[in-house]
């Protein structure tokens, strides 16, 4: 078994200079990467047995692969699955070469439970995701692309620093070492985390480079590359008991802002990226079954991504008055349900099971969040159907298998079925809905977005510096 972890740890960054060589197998060898690391995430599922390597000592690498791992590398798995279908005809090699390199770095960050191997896998990834982003080579993609670039360096030189301070501490880069770092080891790791992950007001430079990004680095985007950032924090919550009320209150906080801005937002890209903002929240807000909330997530949002760029437009005002091709309608709806948390899709089970692992002072917040998270999908329930839309070649095999995902998802916790668990998600997205239609549906509500703003987010960094700083001489009693 060790052998397979670094062989198939390695492999993607292989595939991805092959493909170089081999243009014409391009799309057939990254797919068959995805598929692999889908199949090596299924049978962790199936063994159960959690597996530990440490590799060159305590400077070197060390990486812990569990059900917590399987959850997110089978999110990455299906996730870059549905984009290579969906891009089939259309891309070139250097594309598919770039997404392997991505997939493969974020699985490496999965795994890791080493300060400097996960900094490693987040460096690497933030250039993969700059190429992809700037894929369309337009002036546009390309400032959008630095944006991205720019801020994520920034956010993990933070993290460095961080990173020494701990190994001079604990004279070890594991993460067991934050137990005995100083508050500002804590408060610059921390720090690099949220704004790779996207999460609270770190995570405003999110909403623009998603939703100006093309379709389907969107749904990569949205589905798993924020999730590389987010998995160490959840990682940590549960090996340092003493992290877990800062995970948990970033992720309340985090629920809410996100959902603030995606129900007042015009736009559906922009509504999306917020609300993956908002959903990152709930993974944080329960570290002990963040995984099968954020393999849900990753496959929903994906899907909403790739069926926005399949409307005819951005504009909610507009869709209201343009009729949507009945069986995209139809596959909107069908996520927008899973995501709401209805019944007998995976959103309703990994809700429930977030709701229960909640601490009694976020229960009342995070409800706020999953009603916000109804009035903001009802804007696309409500659409009207009946047009005509002429969809990408692969489109229909992309949101088969992810929604199909969402489906077979939902089996692994039906426990969750039970006539008062039934009951409260339904009354919320009831609520939700006629909320809506009386109030959200005619605000003209429109809010600033000038911490979105390039020469404001540096400094959104530091005051969360700050915070972090507070809460860490809070946590040491200093």
Request: glycine residues 8%; contains cysteine.
């Amino acid at each position: 078994m060790n052998s397979i972890t670094i062989a198939w740890t390695a492999l993607p960054f292989f595939l991805g200079f092959v493909i170089y060589l081999l243009p014409k197998v391009d799309k057939y060898l990254a797919l068959c990467m995805a598929f692999a690391s889908a199949g090596y995430a299924l049978q962790l599922f199936v063994t159960q047995s959690p597996l530990t390597l440490q590799l060159l000592d305590n400077f070197g690498v060390i990486l812990t692969i569990d059900q917590l791992s399987g959850y997110f590398i089978l999110t990455n798995a299906l996730v870059t699955a549905a984009v290579i279908l969906y891009c089939w005809h259309d891309k070139t090699a250097f594309f598919y070469a770039q997404l392997i390199i991505l997939h493969g770095s974020i699985n490496a960050a999965f795994v890791c439970s080493d300060l400097i191997s996960l900094y490693v896998a987040l460096e690497v990834s933030g250039i993969a995701a700059f190429l992809l982003i700037a894929y369309p080579r337009t002036d546009r993609s390309i400032w959008v692309g630095l944006r991205y670039l720019f801020i994520s360096n920034v956010a993990m030189l933070f993290y460095l620093v961080g990173a020494v301070l701990v190994y001079q501490a604990h004279h070890s880069f594991s993460f067991e070492g934050l137990r005995v770092a100083p508050p500002e080891a804590l408060a610059l790791i921390f720090l690099g985390l949220l704004t790779k992950g996207g999460i609270f007001v770190s995570g405003l430079w999110l909403p623009l480079t998603h939703s100006e990004s093309e379709t389907p680095v969107s749904a990569m985007l949205s589905g798993v590359v924020v999730k590389a950032g987010v998995y160490p924090l959840v990682r940590c919550a549960l090996m340092v008991e003493e992290i877990d009320p800062i995970v948990r209150i970033f992720g309340v906080g985090t629920a809410l802002l996100g959902v603030f801005y995606a129900v007042f937002e015009k736009d559906t890209k922009r509504m999306l990226a917020f609300h993956t903002v908002s959903q990152l929240g709930f993974i944080l807000a329960a570290p002990s079954v963040g995984g099968f909330y954020a393999l849900t997530h990753g496959l929903v949002k994906s899907a909403l991504f790739l069926i926005a760029g399949a409307l005819p437009s951005r504009n909610f005002k507009e869709l209201q008055h343009q009729a949507i091709a009945t069986p995209v309608w139809i596959a909107l709806v069908i996520a927008s349900f899973s995501i709401s948390g209805f019944p007998l899709l995976s959103g309703f089970g990994a809700k429930v099971l977030t709701t229960k692992n909640l601490l009694p002072w976020q229960a009342i917040a995070m409800n706020v969040a999953a009603l916000g998270t109804a009035i903001s999908f009802a804007k696309f329930i409500f659409l009207p159907r009946g047009g005509k839309a002429e969809v990408k070649p692969g489109f229909w095999a992309a949101i088969i298998l992810l929604i199909g995902g969402l489906f077979l998802a939902n089996i692994a916790y039906y426990e969750a079925y039970t006539v008062e668990n039934i009951i409260k998600p339904l009354a919320t997205i009831g609520i939700g809905w006629l909320a809506y239609l009386l109030i959200f549906k005619h605000s003209v509500l429109k809010l600033p977005r000038v911490l979105e703003q390039f020469d404001h987010l540096i400094g959104v960094m530091s005051l969360i510096l700050i915070l972090l700083f507070w809460k860490g001489f809070a946590w040491l009693g200093i």
